[in-house]
């Protein structure tokens, strides 16, 4: 299959003929736009700047098939598209995913292309005689504490950024978005945690793999459904 061939039949898959023949002359995305069927897609149609970012949003895809092949590229990208058509017409809905989309997939193409660099060994430190004082161990809710901020700033900036809008939009975090661990992130976290013990779900967040299981949870969209309001979809 040709680049070009596989160009267009992503784009018909990624956003079905994005712009009315009625619509503005310059709005032109990367779709035919005779059959637009969603609001998403008209207001894509109809929006000049909406138009060339879906365009811009597709050279990057393009890039990511390059770089870990088409069927893992389809997989991110279907979980971005239905999430852009879950803005119903909403430009500023749909300016924001459309954005994301972008970082995501120039992140997963960064990631590919970069290689995975193995630390040279390190010699074995000397032993030294353990101190007569010995340090307060910590407790489990600093323990607690200590893993979910490991298990945040392990993950990549879009990701981080990514949390933190879902806490926001879910109301449940009142800081910025900048993918810095602080007060507030653990706060709106440890809602997370709290509403869903009350449905009867948990995490086990003493282990570095419940953490990373509970921040996909919150990137996913059963808490995007569950959790967010209706206004803030």
């Given at each position: 299959?040709?680049?070009?061939?596989?160009?267009?039949?992503?784009?018909?898959?990624?956003?079905?003929?994005?712009?009315?023949?009625?619509?503005?002359?310059?709005?032109?995305?990367?779709?035919?736009?005779?059959?637009?069927?969603?609001?998403?897609?008209?207001?894509?149609?109809?929006?000049?700047?909406?138009?060339?970012?879906?365009?811009?949003?597709?050279?990057?895809?393009?890039?990511?098939?390059?770089?870990?092949?088409?069927?893992?590229?389809?997989?991110?990208?279907?979980?971005?598209?239905?999430?852009?058509q879950a803005c119903e017409g909403d430009t500023a809905c749909i300016e924001r995913q459309l954005l994301t989309s972008i970082?995501?997939?120039?992140?997963?193409?960064?990631?590919?292309?970069?290689?995975?660099?193995?630390?040279?060994?390190?010699?074995?430190?000397?032993?030294?005689?353990?101190?007569?004082?010995?340090?307060?161990?910590?407790?489990?809710?600093?323990?607690?504490?200590?893993?979910?901020?490991?298990?945040?700033?392990?993950?990549?900036?879009?990701?981080?950024?990514?949390?933190?809008?879902?806490?926001?939009?879910?109301?449940?975090?009142?800081?910025?978005?900048?993918?810095?661990?602080?007060?507030?992130?653990?706060?709106?976290?440890?809602?997370?945690?709290?509403?869903?013990?009350?449905?009867?779900?948990?995490?086990?967040?003493?282990?570095?793999?419940?953490?990373?299981?509970?921040?996909?949870?919150i990137d996913s969209d059963i808490f995007y459904y569950d959790f967010l309001p209706e206004a803030a979809r």
């Amino acid at each position: 299959m040709t680049s070009a061939t596989r160009f267009t039949l992503f784009a018909a898959a990624l956003a079905p003929a994005l712009a009315l023949s009625s619509g503005p002359a310059g709005a032109q995305p990367s779709f035919d736009c005779g059959a637009a069927r969603t609001a998403t897609e008209r207001a894509i149609c109809a929006d000049p700047d909406l138009a060339d970012l879906e365009r811009n949003m597709v050279a990057v895809y393009e890039d990511l098939v390059a770089g870990i092949g088409e069927a893992r590229a389809r997989r991110i990208a279907d979980i971005q598209l239905e999430r852009r058509q879950a803005c119903e017409g909403d430009t500023a809905c749909i300016e924001r995913q459309l954005l994301t989309s972008i970082g995501i997939f120039r992140a997963e193409t960064r990631a590919a292309a970069s290689p995975q660099v193995v630390p040279p060994a390190q010699p074995a430190p000397s032993v030294q005689p353990a101190p007569s004082v010995q340090a307060e161990a910590p407790s489990p809710a600093q323990r607690r504490s200590q893993a979910l901020q490991d298990g945040f700033v392990a993950m990549p900036e879009y990701r981080r950024r990514n949390v933190q809008g879902r806490l926001r939009d879910a109301g449940l975090l009142a800081g910025p978005i900048d993918g810095i661990w602080g007060r507030a992130s653990e706060a709106g976290v440890e809602a997370v945690l709290r509403q869903v013990r009350e449905r009867g779900r948990g995490f086990e967040v003493a282990r570095p793999e419940g953490v990373a299981a509970l921040y996909r949870f919150i990137d996913s969209d059963i808490f995007y459904y569950d959790f967010l309001p209706e206004a803030a979809r």
